[in-house]
C-alpha cells in the first residue's frame, strides 16, 4: 500500500503558490473542499485560476477567496447567488469563464483519462463554441473542448483512507472525483480517514492511485443553500 | 391565464408513463407535483441524483443530499448517486427522455435564451447547454411576455443562445404552443385566452389552425 | 420506479434478430452473460457482429456461438486461447477487428455517453491507425476513434434491483459497466436482483436509467480460466 | 546467463518506492515476487483491479477475482475494483509509473512489436497498445534471441509494431539496455555473458561505453 496520508491541512497544502491554477469539488456549498478553502485563504496566495462549478456564497465557499480578492480568473457553469462575484466581474476585475456543466466535468474527465480534447454537442451555435473548432459527425455539430489542466485538484470526500482511496456520498460526490488525478497534485480531505481493508474494494468511488495527499478534515459545517422541506401531515 | 403553478400543472401532462425527467430551477421544478401517480416517471438532477423525492421533513434535511436547485431534497426508493461525468453521459448520450426547463427568449426556429443579459445579469448557463444540445424532447416553461408587456416568443432571439433549433414545444401563461417548420402552431389557449389575445403577444410566426381547444387542467 | 424486470432469458432477449450488432461484457470468462449467451444459441441468430474484449473459450462463453457458426464479425482486443476462432480467423470464415483494449473500453463509454468520438495515442504508428484520422495535441499523437454503435449490450452483474440498478463485484466488473446504455436496448442478467430499495444508492455502479431490461440469472458456471494458487506453508 | 526467473529478479531492481506497475503476461508478471518488501509498491491490472496481492489458498480461489492474464488472484488491504474504462484511465493519464511487458521484438528506435505474426498467429494487442503509448516509463523483459538464434534486439523490427518510440529499457537473459538516441547503450552483463557475447546477439546499434559491470542480482 502507498501511503499518502499527511496530518493535517498545512501539510497537504504544500507547494502552493500564487498564479496557480486548482480544481476544487463541489456543487453549490455540497460537497466543497472546505479546509482546503479556509487554508488558501490563511496562505494568501493570489492571483489564482479556479476551476468550479459555483464561486460560493458572499461569506463562504469560493466567496471567500473572492472577498480576499485571491482569485484572478474563474472558470464555472454557474455563478449567481453571489453580489461580491458579480461586482468583481461587472466590473472586470475578476476574468469569468463560463462553461456548461456537462462540459466542465469532461474537461476534469479528460485531463483524469488522459484525452487531449473531445467533441461534444454542448454550446453549439453559442458564444461558448466561438473560436472554438466545430465539426459534425452524423449530421449533428460538435465543439471540440480541450482537456484542463491545473497544478492542484481540491476535493472532499466522504470517507477515505491512507491509500487515498475516496467513498463519496449523496449528492456530495458531484465533481470530485472527475477531480481527482485531474491535476498534478488532488488534495483530499475526508470527513473519516478510516484504517486501510476497512473500505469494501468494490465499493471505492475513486482508487487511490488518483489522490497524492489525504488527510482528515475538521470542523465541516457543510452549509445548506436552499432550506426546503415539507410539512409533516 | 395561468400562474406557474399552472403551467406546471399542464406541463405534467407531457410526461409519460416510463419517462426519465430532468426539471430545470424554477416553473420546471414545481411540475413534479402534478405528474400523475399511475405512471411511473423517475427525476434526474444534473448535480448527480436518479429517482429525487419530495422535500423532507423539517429536522431531516441533509446537506449533503441536494437538487440542482441547491434545494434539501429525497430520494426514491431505487435511487442512485453519481458524479458528474455520469450524470451528463445520461443528458448528453440520450438516456434521459424529457428536459423541462425556463426560458428568457424562445425563437420560431427552435433556439433558446436563457443563461445572460450582456452587461447585466450573467448567472451562467449551468447544465442547460448539455441538456438543450442533447434532449430530443425539450418543452420549455416560461411567461409569455416580459414586465412591459413585450413578447418573449420571438422571431428571433436578441440574448445571447443557449441552444439553437432544440425546443420542441412551449407552455406559457397563455398557451401550449408547438415549434415545427420555423413557425410556432398554436396547440391550446389557456382557459378564458382569447386567440387574438396570444396573437397579440406573440412576435414571432403563430400558425392558428381551425378551432384552438382550451386547456383541460 | 421505472420498472425493467422481465420474467426469463426469453422475455429479455425479445427483438433478437439475425444480423444484428452486441456488445457483451466480461473480461475472458469473468463476468460474461452467461444466460444471454445460451439463448443466443438456442435462438440461432447468425451473421452477428459481437464485440466483446474476448471471445471465449473453445466450448465456453462466446465460443459456443463460434462452434455454431452465428458470428461474422468479431470485435475485441486478444482473441488467444481458443482453437476454433483461430481456425476460422485464418480461413477467412470469420472477420476480426483487433482494438486495443482501452480503446474498446472507450468506445463503449463513448456511445454510453453521447460523444461520438474521441481522440486516443493507442495504436498510433501501427496497423491499428491505418486510415484512420491522426491528429498532434501537445506534441503527443493521437488517434481518433468514433463510438460504437450496437443493438443489444448484454451485460451481467451481481446484484440487481427492478429499476435496473446494477452492483458488480471484483473483477467480473470489467467492461460491464460501460456498456451499458452504450446499444439501444442493454439487457442486464444478475446473480441476485434484490428487492427496490435494497441496494444502496451510493453503492449503485450503473443507475437503472442505463439499463432497459434486468432479469435473474440462473446456474451460473463462472469458470475459471487459469487456476493459480500458493501452497500453504 | 538468466532464466526467466533472472530476469524477472533484475527488473524488481527497477521498482521502485512509491511507485504504481502494470505487469504484462509472462515473465513480467513473475517481477512481483522479487521487489523488495521494505518498499511501498501497488500492482495494477488493466481488467480492473489496483492492490493485487498474491495467489489464493488453494480452495480460496474466487472466478470474480483474476488479474489480466486471467489467473485466479487475491487483493491487498486498500486494493480497489473499477471498471475497464477507469482501468485505462489510469493508464492513459500516466498515474501509472511503471509498465513491464514482454516483446517480440525491440528496435533501437524504441518501437516494440509484440502483438502478431501476419498469417500465423494472431492473439491480439489486449491492453499493450493502450500501455505501451501512455507510459513514459517501460521496460521490455525478453529474451535477446528467438528460438533460432536470431536477434530480436534490431534495428528495425519486422513484425507489426505494437507501439512506436515507447520503450526506455530492455532487459534479456544476456543484458540491460537502454534505448535512447535511436541507439541500444549496453548497462548490464548478465553473470558470465561477455560484451562480446552480447555484441553478437544484438543486430540493433549496441554502444559499448567503457568497462560493463556484470549484474548484481
Known amino acids: 500500500m502507498i501511503n499518502k496520508k499527511v496530518n493535517n491541512v498545512e501539510e497537504a497544502l504544500q507547494g502552493i503558490k500564487s498564479g496557480m491554477t486548482f480544481m476544487l469539488g463541489g456543487f453549490g456549498l455540497c460537497g466543497i473542499p472546505e479546509n482546503a478553502i479556509a487554508e488558501l485563504v490563511k496562505l494568501n496566495v493570489r492571483e489564482l485560476t479556479c476551476i468550479s462549478n459555483n464561486a460560493g456564497v458572499d461569506d463562504f465557499g469560493l466567496g471567500l477567496l473572492l472577498q480576499n480578492k485571491q482569485i484572478k480568473k474563474m472558470i464555472s457553469s454557474y455563478v449567481g447567488e453571489n453580489d461580491e462575484f458579480e461586482r468583481q466581474m461587472l466590473s472586470g476585475e475578476l476574468e469569468v469563464e463560463l462553461t456548461p456543466q456537462g462540459t466542465l466535468a469532461e474537461k476534469c474527465r479528460a485531463a483524469q483519462a488522459g484525452f487531449p480534447a473531445f467533441y461534444t454537442p454542448a454550446g453549439y451555435g453559442t458564444e461558448v463554441a466561438e473560436g472554438k473548432e466545430t465539426r459534425e459527425f452524423d449530421g449533428k ?9 491545473a497544478d492542484f485538484a481540491f476535493v472532499k470526500a466522504w470517507k477515505g483512507d491512507a491509500a487515498g482511496n475516496l467513498i463519496f456520498k449523496g449528492t456530495a460526490r458531484n465533481f470530485n472525483p472527475n477531480m481527482c488525478g485531474a491535476a498534478t497534485i488532488t488534495v483530499a480531505e475526508v470527513e473519516e480517514l478510516v484504517p486501510v481493508g476497512q473500505l469494501d474494494p468494490n465499493n471505492v468511488h475513486i482508487p487511490g492511485i488518483f489522490v497524492q495527499r489525504i488527510f482528515q478534515g475538521k470542523n465541516y459545517e457543510k452549509r445548506i443553500e436552499q432550506r426546503t422541506v415539507r410539512q409533516r401531515s | 391565464m395561468l400562474d406557474k403553478n399552472g403551467i406546471a400543472k399542464r406541463i405534467a401532462q407531457e410526461v409519460q408513463d ?8 424554477g416553473i ?52 442512485s448517486f453519481f458524479d458528474s461525468s455520469m450524470s451528463f453521459a445520461m443528458i448528453r448520450g440520450k438516456h434521459v427522455h424529457l428536459t423541462i426547463l425556463g426560458a428568457m427568449e424562445v425563437a420560431e426556429n427552435g433556439d433558446i435564451a436563457n443563461w445572460k443579459i450582456p452587461g447585466k445579469m450573467v448567472k451562467g448557463m449551468g447544465g442547460a447547454m448539455d441538456l438543450v444540445a442533447s434532449a430530443e424532447n425539450i418543452i420549455v416553461a416560461m411567461m409569455h411576455t416580459n414586465k412591459r408587456g413585450e413578447s418573449k416568443i420571438l422571431k428571433k432571439c436578441s440574448l445571447p443562445l443557449t441552444g439553437v433549433g432544440c425546443v420542441t414545444k412551449v407552455v406559457t401563461n397563455l398557451a401550449v404552443l408547438e415549434v415545427k417548420n420555423n413557425q410556432f402552431y398554436l396547440l391550446e389557449r389557456a382557459p378564458g385566452v382569447s386567440v387574438e389575445e396570444i396573437q397579440n403577444a406573440t412576435e414571432g410566426t403563430l400558425i392558428v389552425d381551425g378551432e384552438i381547444p382550451e386547456m383541460i387542467l
Open chain 2, 28 to 79: 420546471p421544478t414545481l411540475v413534479a407535483n402534478y405528474v400523475r401517480d399511475d405512471i411511473e416517471v423517475e427525476f434526474q438532477s444534473e448535480n448527480g441524483v436518479l429517482g429525487m423525492g419530495p422535500f423532507p421533513f423539517e429536522g431531516e434535511e441533509d446537506a449533503d443530499i441536494i437538487n440542482a436547485g441547491k434545494q434539501t431534497i429525497t430520494t426514491m426508493p431505487g435511487a
Open chain 2, 18 to 25: 416510463g419517462f426519465y425527467v430532468n426539471l430545470g430551477i
Open chain 1, 141 to 149: 455539430m460538435y465543439v471540440l473542448e480541450p482537456a484542463f489542466k
